[in-house]
């Protein structure tokens, strides 16, 4: 995961100094540490849950992602966590909300 962020960042991996591995960090924290595979997984169940392609997820919809996903959630159970969820109060999901949620 680490060599996939230096890569997506175009860092040479010979020699880094602590100015280098902060951004290497920052991307890997960003995307919950996942690899770029699963990172790709995670976007394509994304945008097929995301039905009216707003970029972000409504209740309904992140209640069909989860449950995609082998998780059995109700409506309920969702709607109470979505303003834990929803960092920035859009009212909606959007794919970086989604990686924490799942």
Not at 30 to 57: H, I, N, P, V, W
Request: with cysteine; hydrophobic share 40%; aromatic share 8%.
């Amino acid at each position: 995961v680490m060599l996939e962020a230096v890569e997506a960042l175009n860092l040479s991996k010979a020699e880094m100094t602590m100015e280098d591995i902060m951004p290497v960090l920052w991307h890997v924290r960003r995307y919950q540490g996942l690899s770029q595979t699963e990172l790709d997984l995670a976007k394509q169940q994304f945008e097929l849950c995301d039905e009216d392609g707003s970029g972000g997820m409504a209740c309904s919809e992140l209640e069909f992602a989860i449950r995609s996903l082998g998780f059995p959630v109700s409506y309920d159970e969702v709607q109470d966590q979505l303003d834990t969820w929803d960092m920035d109060e859009s009212g909606e999901i959007e794919f970086v909300e989604f990686l924490k949620v799942v």
